[in-house]
């Protein structure tokens, strides 16, 4: 049972424009949000993260949009840069798991010139 | 500097071979996990270590081992009992025990495992 969805495999965006990535999910006793990116053959690294308390987080090019009613996150990136380009991963934390987090399958980003 | 270390960052196991992956930290870190990637399947836990000496399994344990002795370190065998382990493994870690700090995990740089 898939928790963390993230139901596009694949985006490809021009430079400049935005890119939305999305992610739903299911469990409705996830407190906090967090997205990573990874390159190829490297760990994934922390990008920005939200309470469920929030509805919007911002840092600088980077932007996630929590909606409790729906369950569904998005990620913006504005500008997109080709340096963007990775794999984005959404994860949530459950409050009664501990320090686990549920990570969805991944969206892979493409920036192109 | 502080991080995470996994090691080998190649690795090839002949089938019906045990092999251990090794990771670690020097943050200071209380918690620590194992993730395997499969193209398609996103992050999938194997188990996590909240604390020394005690570990629990996560979501697809099997034909996997792992042991806790010291903080700094967790590491994780693919024994022979693992019906498909060619995948790309990535340990971490996180701050406390019960809290996950702002940042979530930090993750080593993962290393990839080839049965041949």
Partial sequence: DQQVKQNSPSLSVQEGRISILNCDYTNSMFDYFLWYKKYPAEGPTFLISISSIKDKNEDGRFTVFLNKSAKHLSLHIVPSQPGDSAVYFCAAHDTGGGNKLTFGTGTQLKVEL | ?116
């Fill in chain 2, 1 to 116: 500097d502080g991080g995470i270390t996994q090691s080998p960052k190649y690795l090839f196991r002949k089938e019906g071979q045990n092999v251990t992956l090794s990771c670690e930290q020097n943050l200071n870190h209380d918690a620590m996990y194992w993730y395997r990637q499969d193209p398609g399947q996103g992050l999938r836990l194997i188990y996590y270590s909240q604390i020394v000496n005690d570990f629990q399994k996560g979501d697809i344990a099997e034909g996997y081992s792992v042991s806790r002795e010291k903080k700094e370190s967790f590491p994780l065998t693919v024994t022979s009992a693992q019906k498909n382990p060619t995948a790309f493994y990535l340990c971490a870690s996180s701050i406390e025990r019960g809290r996950l700090g702002n940042y979530g995990y930090t993750f080593g740089s993962g290393t990839r495992l080839t049965v041949v």
